[in-house]
């Protein structure tokens, strides 16, 4: 399948990898220039990585971008053709998502939207999970790509609900994980050591997919981002953003969104999400480690 990949991040860059490994024919394009992927073309821009393409996807920073790429100066607009996709694996609004998608149909191209969740290991191995929103038949059309990338498609619903999914699911990341830290700061407060604390959280009704990921990183240290927490920041951002059009109130949530300001103040931004930990052990005046062998 002809391919235009737009945006290679730390998840865009091993998604068209594997595209590529698939036997797909693949041309890419990053905002950064320099960045290349082993098999496949790279274009100077957009629009021209779109000409001729099947399938147009995406993995870029937020909406601005999303709407950048397909609107902006260079973007793909003028080279959609009736019969394309256009599938978007960004995480952005799920109300700009329908608008976005509307003004493609106007050009008979359809219009998926398929966030993922996996981290960074799971789009190297190609074991995302899709959640997706999209009519069924371009969503099957898709379905040798998806099996590419990931091992598992979520169809949410229309347009938008897979945008509207994953903002519900990092919520529960966010907040899961900030339970986690908080935690694991106090136990250390408490003289209580870290590494037994993981141990018992494993063992019970505690555990989860989040600290089972998380905890290894956490122990040693290492806020090498597999998800930064500036991207995590917008996307609490944007859940509140769609929690207040639909009124729906998110206390726990509107606290996390401090921390992760703070945090961002601490220049913390760049590293993974779990670096929100930093702040908790500076107010406590403890460190959150591994006991020494």
Known sequence: MRVAFLGLGIMGHAMATNLVKAGNDVTVWNRTPGKQVEGARSAANPRDAANGAEVLWMCVSDTDAVESVLFGREGVESSLREGMIVADSSTISPAATAKFAER????????????????????????????????????????????????????????????????VMN???????????????????????????VALIEATMVRSGVVDYKAPFVLQRDFTPNFPLRLMHKDIRLTLEAAKEARVKLPALETVEEIYEMATEEGSGDLDYAATLTLLEKWAGVQVKRTAA
């Open 104 to 167: 493609v149909q106007a050009k008979g191209v359809s219009y998926v939207d398929a966030p993922m969740t996996g981290s960074k290991v799971g789009a190297q191995n190609g074991t995302l999970v899709f959640i997706v929103g999209g009519d069924e038949a371009s969503i099957e059309r898709l379905k040798p790509l998806f099996a590419a990338m990931g091992k598992k498609i979520f169809r949410m619903g229309e347009t938008s609900k897979g945008q509207a999914t994953k903002l």
């Open 171 to 197: 919520l529960q990341i966010a907040l899961i994980f900030e339970g986690f830290a908080e935690a694991l700061t106090l136990a250390t407060k408490l003289g209580v050591d870290a590494e037994k604390m």
